[in-house]
């Protein structure tokens, strides 16, 4: 199933979950097992063998995966970062050098600085919503790849996938897109020219909070053939129930993030006149800088919301510890409302770095509640 044929819900729900043959169930069976009886030596039955090199059910999930984001070849991952890192020792080796965004995940700064690094990987950070500042960057010869988020988590920062796209081609680069915040249902990088994309599959495409797991969509078959060959090597595979959560999440993605998208929207709307807030970061805002590149090549704004709190970094955490149905917790994308302190839990890593979060920052992961319990929460927690 592609998207040239199919809409992306009817992707989401059928892609690469047609009925089980045997029985006629219509959901893809859990094969929890680690092994494969072979009908003979060098014949494994259906070409599985052990589950680290393959399993239907994470091959249910990874056919899904391709389908939704439009690319060639999925692999799921226990994490997104196990994903991340087998991208990063696929395309590069010791000596090679990555342009980074100055605002990354912490997780991913922590990635590069403190393990990348030893390992003889070179990076630079800066803003990729500036192509001039992103060409200066670049290393020609050593230079492999320009690593996006867009969204990017926490600032709400906006790159422009089709530029990075084209800048890193000129020099023989790869461009790679983490597009956990947009979801596939809001954006889908390989069409706008991105070699690979990334997703904590955790956050929205899980969408429920009970799963961890990671994934990379290729654009193509060469690339994805590199890095399935690298995840069976390296061995960071979900196990089958996980693969079955995730699968089980996408079935709902696209509605679900049409709700996400709705309650953020009123709760910007909220928190843009309460003289409690000193700004708010969300790029359906049309004074966001990167609004009009995210309105060419996002469908909506997504349901994620930083704002900075007016009285400073105090207040910034007295909001945090004073709200009750947004859940004080690390993580996003789950259909409960979650709050976070950056500056002291997702982006701690960060701290003293170039990449340090604002202390007053706050962000918000917008559930699908009602929308106006929501904003009654938000009252009383910012007074």
Known sequence: MTGNTYGFDTL????????????????????????????????????????????PTRD?????????????????????????????????????????????????????AKVAENWGLDWTAVPLNDLDKVRAAFRPGHTRLIWAETPTNPLLNIADVAALAGLAHEYDALLAVDNTFASPYLQQPIGLGADVVIHSTTKYI?????????????????????LAFHQNAMGAVNGPFDAWLTLRGIKTLGVRMERHCDNAERIVGYLRDHRAVGEVLYPGLESHPGHETAAKQMSRFGGMISFRAA??????????????LFVLAESLGGVESLIEHPGQMTHLSTAGSPLEVPADLVRLSVGIETVDDLLADLEQALG
């Open 12 to 55: 989401a729900i059928h892609a690469g979950q047609d009925p089980d043959p045997r029985t006629g169930a219509v959901v893809p069976p859990i094969y929890q097992t680690s092994t494969y009886a072979q009908d003979a030596v060098g014949s494994p039955r259906l070409g599985y063998e052990y589950s680290r090199s393959g399993n």
């Open 60 to 112: 249910a999930l990874q056919e899904c995966l391709a389908a939704i984001e439009g690319g060639r070849r999925g692999l799921a991952f226990a994490s997104g970062l196990a994903a991340e890192d087998t991208l990063l020792r696929t395309v590069c080796r010791p000596g090679d050098h990555v342009v980074i965004p100055d605002d990354a995940y912490g997780g991913t700064y922590r990635l590069f």
């Open 206 to 226: 899980g969408g429920h909070s009970d799963v961890v797991g990671g994934a990379l969509i290729a654009a193509d078959d060469g690339l994805g053939d590199e």
């Open 311 to 324: 009285g400073g970094p105090e207040q910034a955490i007295n909001i945090c510890n004073r709200t009750k």
